[in-house]
């Protein structure tokens, strides 16, 4: 049986590695630190650094390779069902300003590509939800009717070139697809080239924000800058609460060549079977690359090798020609009510900001992110759109509380319940080569992990987050939160937020 092991991880990052950038070891003064190198951060920095602003970019790992090194890079203002749910959620010109602020950061995409002179392998694609099942349509046409409304070219169709029957289908025309790492890495080139810092490795621990901001990076070196971006995913300083109203969900992708006659056209999107998405990318020797996301799943929750196993099955059932070469996964971050969170950190900030809560749609979301927030630092003229996703909204919150409180239910049921659950083994001599299980050692849970040598690593089970408990993914061999989604590798190091510490060693 394939294992995600057995493939390789990220095409975007495997086609387009990047070079390196130094991680900061001085003190420097700038006008505005982006925290994180995502496509949020790196399109923030290079806005605020076209209008003059000279800016520090931090990334703990390397740029562009954490979420968005692993996105299905669609470029598409039709994103699922989303258009009903805003019009419930922030009325029809709320919806008609989403559509029209993810519709210009598609088009800014294009213009900025051709500015710097870019390949980034932009193409023009009619984008799709589509359900299979009868019982959705009415939800389908009603999605249409709600897109076009927003100011969308959408409308209902019956036919797709997907290589099955579909129900139905809301078409948009005018989207769009690209190589994420192709654009963001030019962009990390051209801040470089106008004078602009970009460290990579230096996770920050200290922001302070009395007179001018102060963020201290591990390194022990500092910068000072009157404003602040932090632009990590999940907040790294999260002084709202905002994780509260946010979802970690995490997905499989597979990426497989295919002969160019037999690859479908369009973009795709269901909602049906915890979700399906394809697309196709350039690739060699007459062939696309077919990109196939889905099993939509909480981190920590299920078994992920199960779920790959699952769209593995899919995609060689729909697509019998392609052969998985690529497989890896993503994680998201999604709203309770439907809107990305960007704008000031926190009620009281006044010089520092946030980006957050992209739902999916992080490469038009984050796009976006940078103009709104290059607005919002310089001090020109705000886009419309500024109040629909400001954190401090609250009546948008409050239309959405059900979909709030279920969060809150859950968290609050992996906190209680995961602790009086009994262990997953009861003694760490049963636990297989290459796995990982909760073990009570000394009355305390500890996440075990024995290697594929045979040897242990013990460490804390209790997430450094808010102490929720964690559960091994064996899929990718990483301990997951199903709380708010933080994510430690098996020596207990954060991979992702929003934990900022390691797990707890514990001797064995
Ligand atoms: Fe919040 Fe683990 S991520 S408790």
């Known amino acids: 049986m394939t294992e995600m092991s057995d493939l390789r991880s990220s095409y975007w990052i495997d086609s387009a590695p990047g070079t390196p950038h130094p991680p900061l070891d001085r003190d420097v003064t700038v006008d505005v630190a982006v925290i994180g190198g995502g496509v949020a951060g790196l399109s923030t920095a290079w806005e605020l650094t076209r209008a003059g602003l000279s800016v520090a970019v931090l990334e703990a790992g390397r740029i562009a390779e954490g979420v968005t090194g692993h996105t299905s890079a669609k470029l598409s203002a039709l994103q699922s069902l989303v258009?009903?749910?805003?019009?419930?959620?922030?009325?029809?010109?709320?919806?008609?300003?989403y559509a029209r602020s993810q519709t210009e950061a598609i088009e800014h995409v294009a213009e900025v590509a051709e500015l710097l002179g870019v390949d980034c392998e932009w193409e023009h694609r009619d984008a799709y939800t589509y359900a299979r099942s009868p019982h959705r349509v009415a939800e389908l046409r009603a999605e249409a009717a709600a897109a076009r409304e927003a100011?969308?070219?959408?409308?209902?169709?019956?036919e797709t070139d997907l290589p099955f029957p579909v129900a139905g289908a809301v078409r948009a025309t005018g989207q769009a697809q690209f190589h994420p790492r192709k654009y963001l890495l030019a962009l990390a080139d051209d801040l470089r080239a106008q004078g602009a810092l970009v460290h990579e490795h230096t996770s920050v621990f200290g922001l302070q924000e009395d007179g001018a901001c102060q963020v201290t990076a591990e390194t022990g070196a500092q910068v000072t800058a009157r404003d602040v971006v932090v632009a990590t995913h999940y907040p790294v300083f999260d002084r709202a609460l905002l994780f509260t109203r946010l979802t970690p969900r995490r997905e499989i992708?597979?990426?497989?060549?295919?002969?160019?006659?037999?690859?479908?056209?369009?973009m795709y999107i269901t909602p049906e079977e915890d979700t399906r998405s394809v697309r196709t990318a350039p690739y060699e020797d007459g062939k696309r690359l077919l990109i196939v996301v889905g099993e939509k799943f909480t981190p920590g929750t299920g078994d992920p090798a199960v779920r790959f196993d699952r769209l593995l099955k899919w995609t060689a059932a729909h697509f019998p020609d392609a052969e998985p070469r690529y497989a890896w996964a993503t994680q998201d971050t999604f709203p309770c009510d439907s809107a990305p969170l960007v704008g000031l950190l926190h009620p009281t900030a006044r010089h520092t900001y946030v980006a957050t809560g992209f739902g999916g749609w992080g490469m038009s979301g984050g796009i976006?992110?940078?103009?709104?927030?290059?607005?919002?630092?310089?001090?020109?003229?705000?886009?419309?759109?500024?109040?629909?996703?400001?954190?401090?909204?609250?009546r948008s919150v409050l239309r959405a509380a059900p979909r709030f409180l279920r969060n809150q239910a859950d968290v609050a049921h992996h906190f209680v319940g995961d602790r009086v659950r009994p262990s997953t083994v009861t003694s760490v001599d049963r636990l297989p080569r290459d796995s990982g299980a909760i073990v009570r050692l000394d009355g305390r849970r500890s996440a075990v992990y024995r290697d594929v040598d045979g040897k242990l690593h013990a460490l804390s089970a209790r997430c450094t987050h808010m102490g929720c408990l964690v559960a091994f993914n064996s899929a990718e061999r990483a301990w997951e939160c199903?709380?708010?989604?933080?994510?430690?590798?098996?020596?207990?190091?954060?991979?992702?937020?929003?934990?900022?510490?390691?797990?707890?060693?514990?001797?064995?």
């Open 83 to 97: 258009y009903s749910r805003l019009r419930h959620v922030h009325g029809t010109e709320g919806a008609r300003l």
């Open 151 to 158: 100011g969308l070219a959408a409308s209902f169709v019956t």
């Open 253 to 266: 992708v597979i990426a497989a060549p295919l002969p160019v006659e037999l690859a479908p056209s369009g």
């Open 368 to 394: 976006m992110a940078g103009s709104l927030l290059t607005a919002l630092i310089t001090g020109s003229e705000p886009p419309p759109w500024k109040d629909l996703y400001t954190p401090r909204r609250v």
């Open 482 to 508: 199903p709380c708010h989604g933080s994510r430690f590798d098996t020596d207990g190091q954060v991979v992702q937020g929003p934990a900022t510490r390691e797990l707890e060693q514990r001797d064995i």
